[in-house]
């Protein structure tokens, strides 16, 4: 088991464990950049996050894989959810 050494890694990691896509360090890079980036209104403005390490166009394929893994599962109850 690792050991992360500031929350905001611990955090991290937290939240890509959570989801199951392809581009899980660009999803938490967006999660990183919407928390800093509070007024950004569109994803070129989302790009200007210093924790946003990508070119602005990877918004919409992270959000497409999002979309999918949406699709593959059902909450049964708030907290859990399984796979269909």
Same mark, same amino acid.
């Given at each position: 088991? *690792?050991?992360?050494? !500031?929350? &905001?890694?611990?955090?991290?990691? #937290?939240? +890509?464990?959570?989801? #199951?896509?392809?581009? !899980?360090?660009?999803?938490?890079?967006?999660? @990183? &950049?919407?928390?800093?980036?509070? !007024? &950004?209104? %569109?994803? !070129? %403005?989302?790009?200007?996050?210093?924790?946003?390490?990508?070119?602005? +166009?990877?918004?919409?394929?992270? @959000?497409?894989?999002? #979309? *999918?893994?949406?699709?593959?599962?059902?909450?049964?109850?708030?907290?859990? &959810?399984? *796979?269909?």
């Amino acid at each position: 088991m *690792k050991i992360y050494t !500031t929350k &905001a890694e611990q955090f991290c990691h #937290d939240i +890509s464990s959570l989801i #199951d896509i392809n581009r !899980t360090k660009a999803f938490v890079g967006i999660v @990183m &950049a919407l928390g800093s980036e509070v !007024t &950004a209104s %569109n994803p !070129t %403005n989302l790009s200007l996050s210093p924790f946003f390490q990508y070119h602005y +166009s990877i918004t919409s394929k992270v @959000m497409k894989e999002i #979309d *999918k893994f949406i699709k593959r599962i059902k909450v049964v109850e708030i907290g859990r &959810a399984v *796979k269909i």
